[in-house]
């Protein structure tokens, strides 16, 4: 069926309330329930369930067997109104889910825009997602989880809830998150979970210039690899750093952080295991 540049399957099922945007692609056997709204240029594939109060933005690619907008997987969930919001141009490869949220949290999952989800990936209810992501296969955030710009969050890793992931932070495949991950650095493992360095070439790629990166790893060292408690670290860095849109972004961050951050070095893991 095509009318306004609007291409739905046969076989697929579109409530007539639902919003279609013009351009809008909907695969055989899909299924978009009565409160959905899906903007322009949108390609949803085969087999895709998409149901509850979920607003879809422009140019998005939707591969087949995910299901966005169901029931979060709260036991305190008792069918209220809630939500989720996707912004554009996301790229959603096979079987990723994203729940709606609860009214414990805000009412609403969010996802960002330019952002990719590999096969698998699992958005749980009430998560906000930042710009210019990438979930690799099988990664999978608990509720509430906060993840930034430009974040990563590698193959079959999970992150617990309430959890914050910073900008440009890159989490290694096969880790398990309980805490929160400074921004522009690189963290992998579980039990524990260990620092492992500026996350350099993820900047490098985002156009961060030598000087800045060299600025970082020197405050990352007195947060790190010092002797100083992360107080006394971020004091050093006060005295010794001139303010700046970085330095902020750091201390902002850690004052903002309910579950302390993942601080531990491979090296110190060393030494508690002497």
């Known amino acids: 069926m095509s009318k306004n540049g609007i291409h739905i399957h046969p076989s697929a099922i579109v409530h007539p309330q639902a919003r279609i945007g013009n351009g809008v692609q909907i695969g055989p056997f899909s299924f978009i329930g009565e409160k959905v709204s899906i903007a322009k240029n949108t390609r949803i594939g085969a087999h895709v369930y998409i149901e509850g109060q979920t607003q879809i933005g422009e140019d998005n690619q939707i591969y087949p067997f995910c299901s966005f907008g169901t029931y979060p997987q709260d036991l305190s969930y008792k069918g209220e109104e809630t939500s989720v919001r996707i912004g554009d141009r996301n790229i959603f490869r096979e079987y990723v889910s994203i729940h709606r949220g609860t009214v414990n949290g805000k009412k609403k999952t969010e996802v960002g825009c330019d952002n990719y989800f590999m096969a698998y990936s699992h958005i749980a209810h009430d998560c906000r997602i930042g710009n210019?992501?990438?979930?690799?296969?099988?990664?999978?955030?608990?509720?509430?989880?906060?993840?930034?710009?430009?974040?990563?969050?590698?193959?079959?890793?999970?992150?617990?809830?309430?959890?914050?992931?910073?900008?440009?932070?890159?989490?290694?495949?096969g880790s398990i998150i309980t805490q929160d991950v400074l921004p522009f650095c690189r963290v992998a493992g579980a039990r524990p979970t260990l620092y492992c360095g500026l996350?350099?070439?993820?900047?490098?790629?985002?156009?961060?210039?030598?000087?800045?990166?060299?600025?970082?790893?020197?405050?990352?060292?007195?947060?790190?690899?010092?002797?100083?408690?992360?107080n006394q670290a971020l004091d050093r860095i006060k005295k010794e750093f001139p303010q700046g849109e970085d330095r902020d972004i750091i201390f902002n961050f850690i004052h903002l952080s309910k579950r302390g951050i993942v601080k531990k070095t491979e090296e110190q893991w060393g030494k508690d295991l002497e």
């Open 199 to 230: 996350n350099a070439v993820g900047l490098r790629r985002k156009g961060y210039s030598r000087k800045r990166i060299s600025v970082l790893k020197d405050m990352f060292k007195l947060i790190f690899s010092s002797n100083l408690n992360t």
């Open 132 to 173: 210019e992501t990438i979930f690799v296969n099988g990664s999978a955030l608990g509720g509430h989880v906060l993840v930034d710009d430009h974040a990563q969050i590698g193959a079959l890793s999970g992150v617990h809830q309430f959890c914050h992931i910073g900008i440009h932070a890159f989490v290694g495949g």
